[in-house]
């Protein structure tokens, strides 16, 4: 027997969604309790393969990229549910109004480093698993894989796009990211790039430059060019301005008395829709002063904690999904039986893993989450209780919604 989401009462898995409350919110204060900045996530990962076994599952198992991936359900169509489990760092203890490690009960919030970003989406999203699993038995309707994703602060989308390439052995049809959204359904999000620059100059002795050629001179004019060209760069009317920023200059030389021979700048760049790596590139090559320039994008090749490097171009390319896409639709038609009003539609300010599995892989992706992008690595970093209920009921639901 197939289970309908006409036959099902949304209020008895609203209600079921309520009732794990209590186990999210310490499933929660357990991940927050086990710091894991990216590159270290082994013992988080750990604890949610722990949880799923506990659940029961039908897989739980960590990939070779470190990656904790779960599955309940068979056949199609095969959702990924995602939500990155590393976080930022904590670099100023003394700037917290609270243990940042803790996870501490407040005002109807957990806090907590990582519980708004992103600790309290696979939490949501396992619960939300076994809300539906205990309302339909062995008829779950369709493969849902959870993936824990690592290094998303470092690398967004690498983890997530190694998963669904190589860990997942079967062909998935779309994502849902645990992003914090405040609850409503996000599609889309600008794309970014990270951009070296590098001028060559001839180092001399200070005190006689006209020797010597000043490679930070060179780069004075190119600086002074992206600065402008920020200014003209596509806008979009949903996903907003792309923009350029020098974010660091370096140089090399000898001594502060010698005529530096090496210049490079850094930039962080936000692709809007129409913008991609070859024209961002492209803008930069054709700068007149840049003409003698060394122009690349940057690559990330750090190890994850289980030591395999992904060596990747540090290029997120944009996406966006339609509104009326049938996902979106889904998702929203989801909410509506759920929650008897229309959700938000919106998108992201900073960047997802959205970049690889819709962005390079063109799997539909949108995003769904718990918390609010204002408190993503901020020293107020916290949760609301009652998005967790919220959230963990539109997971159980989505499934049936989803499947046809
Ligand atoms: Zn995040």
Redesign the pocket.
Known sequence: MQIKKGSLDFSLLRKKAEDETEAMVGFLRDLIALPSPSGRERDVALRIREEMDRIGFDEAFIDDYGSVIGRIGKGSPRLVFDG?IDTVGVADLSAWSFDPFKGKVEDGYVCGRGAS??KAAPVVQIYGLKVLKELVGGNFPCTVYIVGSVQ??ACDGLALGHAIQHSIKEKVDAVVLG??TGCAIYRGHRGRMEIMVSTAGISSHASAPERGDNAIYKMAPIIKEVEALNVNLKDDPFLGKGTIAVTKVECDTDSINCIPYACRIYLDRRLTTGEDRELALRQIRELSSASDAGVKVLRFAEPSYTGKVLDVEKYYPTWVLPEEHRLVQDARGAYLALFGCEPKIGKWT?S?NGVSSMGRLGISTIGFGPGEERF?HTNQDKCPIEDLRTACAFYAALPLFVSK
């Open positions: 990155h970003d992103n998303e602060e992003e914090c900073f997802t993503a």
